[in-house]
């Protein structure tokens, strides 16, 4: 049994779901040694989100960023809207999908199934700086 | 300190809330065995989801399917739609209600509340089979 | 490595959005000893849920709660409807936001961003105790 943590930054572009499963990996080289365990990804902001989602056509990302703001539009009378019209929208998807993921570590590596990825979801429409924390437990056997 | 794995199949029937507690209970014996942990129970797609919601009453799974094509219809503008009308709409719910879940081990049982059920959402019409992760960590003392 | 356990029972207002950071950390105080861990809070209802979102500006909470009633609204043709016109709509808020939360905690303390609160949110009209099972584990060294 052992522990692993590590924090890590994104640079958002904008109001867009990042794939950032590569980027997990290639900063988390401990998933390597982990036989049997779970990561936890957590996003430490009110206005972004974490989701699983499909890993290949792009459409998918763009069409989820659509719904989403279908959803949650702007145009409500929110009374939070001192940091723009895109705030609180922001606020509720953060919400709605959340920002705390548990993924199954098997055979040294995240055991996701063939057309699953790891979305960043950036709500807000301008590119912000995103920390991430990633803690895993698990049994060291590789 | 104990780690449990297990990889399970489910038959979805069509677009439908599936009730999966006892299913999952069957199948994993040995949460009988701990006393206090977690169990992560992960669904490796991306057009369904798990959820926990009402175990009693047929017409709670029935009104969360309509409320979840009222919240995302098939007829928009929807970029990624090759695989069918039903596809998309299947991705946004994947993101919305998730595909894993965390549920406390104790003495023996899962420990959910009285009213409360493992969901196997299927988001697309047709039946499929769905691959479910379940990975547990516990004291083991029973 | 350790397991620690508390079952809290927390009484809701109203259908609000309640900030329960700071009960959580006054009623786990074994979250100081844990060097790097997890902790899991589960809600064992099917009518609130967990969230995290903003800590600081009420109106986050009461924009949460009206954008919610506008993505499931009472006056849909719902079939489950015995418990009253709020009840539906909070089975199916339940699943949107979901019941459990998992959060990092390191040096003695859970790992939030800076802007980042617990929500107890009650989706019912009428107040409510609600039933809370909090379970962690991790390295203690404090």
């Given at each position: 049994?052992?522990?692993f943590?590590?924090?890590?930054?994104?640079?958002?572009?904008?109001?867009?779901?990042?794939?950032?499963?590569?980027?997990?990996t290639?900063?988390?080289?401990?998933?390597?040694?982990?036989?049997?365990?779970?990561?936890n990804?957590f996003?430490?902001?009110?206005?972004?989100?974490?989701?699983?989602?499909?890993n290949c056509?792009?459409?998918?990302?763009?069409?989820?960023?659509?719904?989403?703001?279908?959803i949650?539009?702007?145009?409500m009378?929110?009374?939070?809207?001192?940091?723009?019209?895109?705030?609180m929208?922001?606020?509720?998807?953060?919400?709605?999908?959340?920002?705390?993921?548990?993924?199954p570590?098997r055979?040294?590596a995240?055991?996701?199934?063939?057309?699953?990825?790891?979305?960043?979801?950036e709500?807000r429409?301008?590119?912000?700086?995103?920390?991430i924390?990633?803690?895993?437990?698990?049994?060291v056997?590789?």
């Amino acid at each position: 049994m052992q522990w692993f943590y590590e924090e890590l930054t994104y640079k958002t572009r904008s109001q867009t779901a990042h794939l950032i499963t590569d980027f997990l990996t290639e900063n988390l080289p401990w998933i390597k040694t982990i036989d049997l365990g779970l990561l936890n990804v957590f996003l430490q902001h009110t206005s972004a989100s974490l989701s699983i989602n499909e890993n290949c056509d792009p459409d998918v990302r763009d069409d989820l960023v659509m719904s989403l703001d279908r959803i949650v539009p702007e145009n409500m009378a929110y009374k939070h809207k001192d940091e723009g019209a895109d705030d609180m929208p922001a606020h509720v998807k953060s919400s709605l999908l959340g920002v705390s993921l548990n993924i199954p570590i098997r055979n040294g590596a995240l055991n996701l199934g063939r057309w699953q990825g790891i979305y960043l979801c950036e709500h807000r429409s301008m590119p912000h700086v995103r920390k991430i924390v990633c803690t895993a437990n698990g049994v060291v056997g590789l």
